[in-house]
């Protein structure tokens, strides 16, 4: 009888041992993902948009890695779009502001007329308003 009590013992007690054994390789495997899912989006936030998640797995989590690498691509895509109209609009107005600036310039020079000390100033404060875009 001692013998039994001793084997059901040791029995419970390895089960305990190998289900907690389990237990953390799984929590283990489950949250190594889920870490990751949370990480990258922070990275994203950065301004990292070529990051992407490869978990190589098949579930949920799989999913849920391939809906943000489809987000991260959305987002780099709508960054470079805003990238190309920040260029565009910056090149069509150089343009129009070096003319301005420009015949500013002239005016202030004197070369076409006498130029009075209030339109000297609205002159300079054209300048100085025209100054960052001027080539």
Do not use: Y
Request: with cysteine; proline share 4%.
């Amino acid at each position: 009888m001692q013998s039994l009590v001793r084997f059901v013992q040791w029995s419970i007690t390895t089960a305990s041992l190998l289900g907690a054994l389990v237990g953390v390789l799984l929590a283990t495997w489950m949250s190594k993902p889920i870490n990751l899912l949370c990480a990258e989006p922070r990275r994203i936030g950065e301004g990292h948009l070529d990051q992407r998640i490869e978990l190589g797995r098949e579930d949920e989590l799989g999913a849920l890695a391939g809906e943000f690498n489809q987000m991260a691509q959305k987002l780099a895509e709508l960054d470079r779009m805003k990238q190309d109209f920040i260029n565009s609009v910056t090149h069509d107005l150089r343009n129009p502001v070096a003319a301005v600036s420009g015949f500013a310039e002239i005016l202030l020079s004197g070369k076409p007329g006498p130029v009075t000390e209030k339109q000297k100033e609205c002159l300079n404060v054209m300048l100085s308003a025209t100054a960052t875009w001027r080539p």
